[in-house]
């Protein structure tokens, strides 16, 4: 799905060309699951659908060159028509964790227009379907039992990479903080109310992810 992502620029505009938060709040919102310079994952909640078991990522770092690796176990099959609800927060580490402010995040989110399966629907929430999984997930739903996943970085960052040049601005000196470091994800996702199994907790984890870009 990453790969499907298009953005929309005003070069006038300065939070548009910070391409590196952009990379960022893309690969938040879509992936969900992405971690760290010590790779560790923490379920946070109890009895979801959905528990991640192991991450690895090459170099420990989310880079250009870099390929995810996840282990998974789905304890009920949940149906390829659900739509599910993901709530998002991010920190950065300066010292300590600052959450990245609701008017850089909402204005981030305003310039992508994401593919079929992925809508926004207001201030850190989401709806995610199937079809905004396809380019990462090759069976969803998952099915029943131990999964694993792999994702080369690659083409979102060369993606981004367009982004930057076709802005033709320099990133703003009130961005700069935004560009590589450790941060910190929480992510909850639900199953939305016209699922199979309304509000079901589908999964729910706590990461840290260091990203080079």
Known sequence: MLKCISFILSPSDLWSSSYKMYTFITLSILIG??????PTVENTCSNP????NSLAISGNTI?????MKIKYTVSKEF???DVLVV??????SVWFWIPIPSFIFE?????IQFQDGVKHISGRQFEVDCRGVSDIMPVCPPTKGDNNLEYSFKDIFEKAEKVKENAGVALGAALSWFASGDYKIVADVKLGPTSSMPGTQLSCIEMVVEIDV
């Open 63 to 67: 880079s250009k060159d870099a390929t």
């Open 49 to 52: 659908l959905v528990n991640i």
């Open 107 to 111: 204005k981030v989110v305003q310039n």
């Open 79 to 81: 149906s390829k028509s």
């Open 33 to 38: 699951i992405a971690l760290a310079s010590t």
């Open 87 to 92: 709530n998002l927060k991010i920190y950065k």
